[in-house]
């Protein structure tokens, strides 16, 4: 084992198969809260231990706790029935924590033994980690030594959104319409698990190659989704009562929200570069200078269009104050979201920030 080896690390799922295609690492730490490519994760190690016709027995643990002593003994006792073991770890930041300690911090005397046995682990042994945050604690690294690979799958930046997702289409052969394309965009949260789920729905409910913008529309967009377009929209056009309706529809706080804020302070920005180009070019503004700046202009015509009229209607609302104002409340919120671990509490404070930004709006 080669504890001082740094771990290999990829971006997404897609390009870990890519690169891992004839061979599966003994330890996979996947770190996204999204679950859809931790499924395929799953898989894909199902496939490759299948592909020796070796028999082999998959352990789950769900970090609910007592899970420890069987875990211990599942990595370092021999087992003459099932040499070759899959160990699977979901909710990896709950399971995790006897490691570290409730700060998620500083590693323990449970951490320190089980890095004293890592060099007695079987190369039989295989441990997949659904670590269910955007992002892996280093500890959490060191704790396999270069044993280990990392997936660290976070949300795209807005540039990177088109380029995946055509990406994604290719692989899986499909072709969406450029306004099916743009919705999708526009509509579904920006990560790799996300659209992999979505593709694949797309795929598997309408059974066909190419799809148009009624088909992402009838099959993605039900009314009962949360809808962030909608949400980020409302918010910016001051409408508040028509906000807070469709915000009741926020199921899983954690993962949801999160998207949320994001995708406000896209928009914010979105908001800041048009009053900045506005202001200099008040009679004569440069269209296409914005849309590159916005990174829409490989947009329909339509879309793009729409994204202009949007941000007319919506910059009346703001002062360069308000702007600021409202930027350091999300940030603030984000940061909340993170972690604050009670719900009701947190729910409060997302209330109240909103409240507070929307008497912003009306300054």
């Known amino acids: 084992m080669a504890d001082d080896k740094k771990i290999q690390e990829f971006p997404n799922c897609l390009s870990f198969l890519e690169a891992k295609k004839s061979s599966a690492p003994q330890v996979l730490l996947f770190a996204a809260q999204d679950s859809f490519e931790f499924d395929v994760l799953l898989d894909y190690y199902k496939e490759q231990l299948s592909k020796n016709q070796e028999t082999f027995e998959i352990i789950v643990y769900t970090g609910e706790g007592g899970e420890m002593d069987s875990f211990f003994s599942h990595c370092f006792t021999p087992d003459m029935f099932y040499p070759t073991k899959l160990i699977v770890i979901k909710s990896g930041t709950t399971f995790f924590k006897a490691f570290l300690g409730n700060q998620n911090k500083k590693p323990n005397d449970l951490y320190a033994n089980f890095q004293h046995h890592l060099p007695q682990l079987s190369d039989k042994v295989y441990i997949l980690v659904h670590y269910d945050s955007w992002d892996l604690p280093a500890n959490i690294k060191k704790l396999f030594g270069g044993i ?3 997936i660290i799958s976070k949300n795209f930046y807005p540039n990177e959104t088109r380029k995946n997702l055509e ?7 499909i072709q969406l319409s450029p306004e099916a394309m743009d919705e999708f965009l526009h509509r579904i949260p920006p990560n790799m698990g996300s659209y992999m789920k979505s593709l694949n729905k797309l795929k598997t409910f309408l059974g066909k190659k190419k799809f148009e913008l009624e088909d992402v529309e009838n099959v993605l ?3 009962s989704a949360l809808n962030y377009n909608s949400l980020v ?8 009562a028509e906000f807070f309706k469709e915000l009741k529809k926020l199921s899983d706080i954690r993962v949801e929200f999160g998207i949320l804020i994001s995708k406000l302070l896209e928009r914010l920005n979105e908001l800041r570069t048009f009053r900045v180009i506005h202001k200099k070019n008040k009679s004569d503004m440069d269209e296409s200078l914005l849309y590159e700046l916005l990174g829409v202009e490989h947009f329909s015509e339509g879309r793009k269009f729409h994204v202009l009229k949007e941000l007319r209607a919506e910059a009346k609302y703001f002062n360069d104050k308000s702007m600021e104002e409202i930027y350091d409340i999300l940030l603030n919120l984000n940061l909340r979201h993170k972690t604050n671990s009670n719900t009701e509490s947190l729910q409060l404070v997302i209330q109240n920030s909103f409240l507070k930004m929307f008497k912003l709006l009306q300054i």
């Open 221 to 223: 967009l039900g009314r």
């Open 233 to 240: 929209t409302l918010f910016f056009q001051n409408r508040k």
């Open 148 to 150: 280990a690979n990392a």
């Open 167 to 173: 990406l994604l289409s290719k692989k899986y052969d």
